[in-house]
């Protein structure tokens, strides 16, 4: 049943994630990967939200298993992040790589530190 749950999530995280990259990178003309950049935030935005609402209680192991390893582990993608990001220093666009290295890091964390803040004030 669990990998039912994963399944479940991740037939909505992977085109969510596409759609969106899609309609970001779209509203951007610059070379820098606006649409992975705001699908990997908004999967750590969610993981920290629901790690910390897991850890109040106020969710549960079957909620995680749908939303934080289907839904999130497909809307979010470290290799296309790692691609675009070897692509931008191959092109010669490197503050863009290096950038959204930086960005992505900094941000992810505290993406998913906000997340887990906001569910210890809700249910902590």
């Known amino acids: 049943m669990n990998w039912l ?7 909505v995280g992977a085109p ?3 759609l969106t ?11 820098f990967p606006w649409g992975t950049f705001t699908v990997n935030l908004s999967g750590c935005l969610v993981l920290g939200l629901l790690s910390g609402a897991v850890a109040a209680g106020a969710a549960s192991s079957h909620l995680q298993l ?3 390893t289907g ?3 497909a809307l979010t993608t470290y290799s296309t992040f790692s691609y675009e990001t070897l692509r931008l220093a191959e092109d010669g666009a ?31």
């Open 5 to 11: 749950l994963v399944v479940v999530g991740a037939m």
């Open 16 to 18: 969510l994630r596409y």
């Open 21 to 31: 990259d899609r309609a970001v990178q779209k509203r951007h003309d610059t070379v």
């Open 66 to 68: 749908l939303l934080g």
């Open 71 to 73: 839904l999130c582990g």
């Open 94 to 124: 490197r503050f863009f790589a290096a950038a959204n290295v930086v960005a992505s890091v900094v941000a992810g964390l505290g993406a998913a530190f906000a997340g887990v803040s906001l569910a210890q004030a809700l249910w902590g």
